[in-house]
């Protein structure tokens, strides 16, 4: 089988306004980057206002393993799927940070014949919108810095006379808005600024990464300008020395930041390699963030599709549960099925069992005992009232005997049906039976619920979370932790929705346990609170916002040949 770059250039690609005027934008409305790529207006939301939604689709994952699972080859094959048997469809996925692409991916825009194309342009730089974060990020970071530096130097009554500006009295020991740039730096995580004459005074800082930033949420949470822009001023960037938040509107530089990112709150428009629409926009990580798409993305492709295929990041108890309990409170748009990948490997991978045997090999006792956590996952999206399709992304190593068992096994289950899926091998024509069933489940009664009401206290939230979402035995917080929930409290945000910022690799807060942890306790390390993104982020364990490359990083893979032209990616 050709590489996924042979595959990506030998596309027959559409020109993109064409085929944007096709899914039911207007010429005007589009703004070319090259003929592969266009920003979308924002104004064509106020033209589809009255038009009808059509049928959201979340896909999620089991537990992630090393192996890939394929959710993303699997959210572009189902879609291009749905185009196959006739259905308007739209895909709506997250931009790739540089970050993984070059550390542990290599590329994240599908692969095999289920890929968005051209793919290079999708995995490195696109049309800018993570550029524009950093830098709308970073000028808030220079703009609390610089202030800091002129109250010292003059202090309040000169700062006054000579500014025109309020004294805001910036506790340097409290600035909260670190600096970002988008790849993995673990050098950067900790740092001290304002070293040397007329640089100070000295604080401690750090760097996380772009997907990290608040304002990554804010772009995939925001629903227009103006909303944009008000929830950017919103941003907590440092605290006085009285204790009071500091936020990018007292410090008069958010409208500068909202001007930046103005065009990033466009979503792109691509295609995939059967030339249906997809979408890209935001790219907030699952683990540390919501790990959603935009808001503004899904809602121009509802008004222009009769299905819209969107991914959460990582397993259903990481962005599956955060697009529900985040992004659908924000939103609005409820989910009307749910598809849940896994493949042979991961089950066997997540059974908690060592095994000296090849992953590929057939195990049957492995897959059994693995098979407990796509049982977890299924029932965990039953919990929100959406019916669930399973797609097992088949690899060619597969047992038959193997896949047979897990197509019986899922039968037995709360799952509204099961597929497999061979969309990486067979692009379209792989995934038509999945595409079929998920029509179907779309179709069916659903209730969606959330897991918690809004009303809830933080602690019930983390509560239920804990013991619900997760199966945490309970929950156990830090001296830190205690403290700023006093005061999260008493500032007026219990009535934010959480944003547990936990690893992806198991259930628990624990990578090392796999399959379906019980009797743990959840430690809670400390909190911050997003008020211009609208939740709060609750700190699991050693999560890190800024990650570092690996002994042998995916860059190492990346070149270009003699005609300029990429390789390596995938």
Same mark, same amino acid.
């Given at each position: 089988m050709l590489s996924d770059m042979a595959i990506s250039r030998r596309a027959n690609l559409r020109n993109i306004v064409e085929l944007g005027t096709e899914l039911g934008l207007q010429a005007q409305e589009l703004i070319?980057?090259?003929?592969?790529?266009?920003?979308?207006?924002?104004?064509?939301?106020?033209?589809?206002?009255?038009?009808?939604?059509?049928?959201?689709?979340?896909?999620?994952?089991?537990?992630?393993?090393?192996?890939?699972?394929?959710?993303?080859v699997t959210s572009i094959g189902l879609t291009q799927s749905l185009k196959a048997i006739g259905k308007k469809a739209c895909a709506c996925i997250r931009q790739p940070s540089m970050g993984p692409v070059f550390g542990v991916k290599g590329g994240a825009a599908?692969?095999?014949?289920?890929?968005?194309?051209?793919?290079?342009?999708l995995n490195l730089h696109l049309?800018?919108?993570?550029?524009a974060v950093s830098s709308a990020h970073n000028l808030g970071a220079a703009a609390i810095a610089a202030r800091l530096f002129h109250e010292t130097r003059l202090g309040p009554d000169e700062f006054c006379a000579q500014s025109g500006l309020d004294f805001l009295d910036i506790d340097p020991?409290?600035?909260?808005?670190?600096? +970002?740039? !988008?790849?993995?730096? $673990?050098?950067? #995580?900790?740092?001290?600024?304002?070293?040397?004459?007329?640089?100070?005074?000295?604080?401690?800082?750090?760097?996380?990464?772009?997907?990290?930033?608040e304002?990554?949420?804010?772009?995939?949470?925001?629903?227009? +300008?103006? !909303?944009?822009?008000? $929830?950017?001023? #919103?941003?907590?960037?440092?605290?006085?020395?009285?204790g009071d938040s500091i936020t990018a509107n007292c410090l008069g530089v958010a409208g500068a930041m909202a001007a930046i990112m103005v065009d990033a709150l466009k979503p792109t428009l691509m295609q995939t390699l059967n030339g249906a629409p997809?979408?890209?926009?935001?790219?907030?990580?699952a683990n540390i963030a919501h790990g959603n798409s935009s808001i503004i993305a899904d809602n121009i492709a509802l008004k222009l599709a009769d299905f819209v295929v969107t991914e959460a990041g990582f397993g259903s108890d990481m962005g599956f549960e955060k697009f529900c309990n985040i992004k659908v409170r924000q939103s609005g748009q409820v989910p009307s099925a749910a598809v849940l990948v896994t493949t042979l490997k991961a089950l066997k991978a997540n059974s908690g069992l060592s095994s000296d045997r090849d992953i590929n090999a057939p195990d049957q006792a492995r897959l059994a005992a693995g098979f407990a956590n796509l049982h977890w996952h299924i029932n965990n999206v039953v919990r929100y009232?959406?019916?669930?399709?399973?797609?097992?992304?088949?690899?060619?190593?597969?047992?038959?005997?193997?896949?047979?068992?897990?197509?019986d096994a899922v039968k037995a289950t709360a799952a509204f049906g099961c597929e497999i899926s061979d969309a990486f091998t067979q692009g379209e024509a792989g995934a038509t039976a999945l595409a079929q069933t998920v029509v179907a489940a779309a179709e069916s009664e659903s209730a969606f619920t959330w897991l918690y009401p809004e009303d809830a206290s933080i602690e019930a939230k983390l509560s239920t979370l804990c013991e619900l979402g997760y199966g945490a035995a309970g929950m156990s917080l830090s001296t830190l932790a205690k403290e700023q929930l006093a005061e999260l409290t008493e500032q007026g945000y219990g009535h934010l929705p959480l944003c547990m910022a936990k690893t992806p690799l198991s259930i628990s807060h624990d990578p090392t346990l796999k399959g379906v942890p019980q009797d743990f306790i959840l430690p809670i390390r400390a909190f911050n609170v997003n008020v211009g993104a609208g939740?709060?982020?609750?700190?699991?364990?050693n999560v890190m916002t800024m990650p570092g490359l690996g002994l042998t990083p995916g860059y190492l893979q990346i070149d270009i040949d003699e005609a300029g032209e990429v390789v390596g990616l995938g």
């Open positions: 070319p980057f090259g003929h592969a790529k266009a920003k979308v207006d924002l104004a064509v939301q106020q033209r589809l206002a009255a038009q009808p939604n059509g049928k959201l689709i979340i896909v999620t994952a089991v537990t992630p393993t090393p192996y890939g699972e394929g959710k993303t599908g692969g095999g014949y289920a890929q968005v194309v051209p793919m290079q342009e049309t800018g919108d993570i550029h020991e409290q600035i909260r808005w670190h600096r +970002v740039v !988008d790849h993995n730096d $673990r050098c950067l #995580r900790h740092i001290r600024v304002g070293f040397g004459e007329n640089n100070g005074p000295e604080y401690d800082s750090g760097f996380d990464i772009t997907a990290a930033s304002l990554m949420a804010i772009l995939a949470l925001s629903q227009d +300008v103006a !909303d944009m822009r008000a $929830r950017i001023g #919103r941003l907590v960037l440092a605290l006085n020395r009285q997809c979408f890209i926009h935001a790219g907030p990580f009232g959406v019916p669930v399709v399973v797609a097992i992304n088949r690899f060619a190593t597969d047992s038959e005997a193997e896949l047979q068992w897990l197509m939740f709060i982020t609750a700190l699991v364990g």
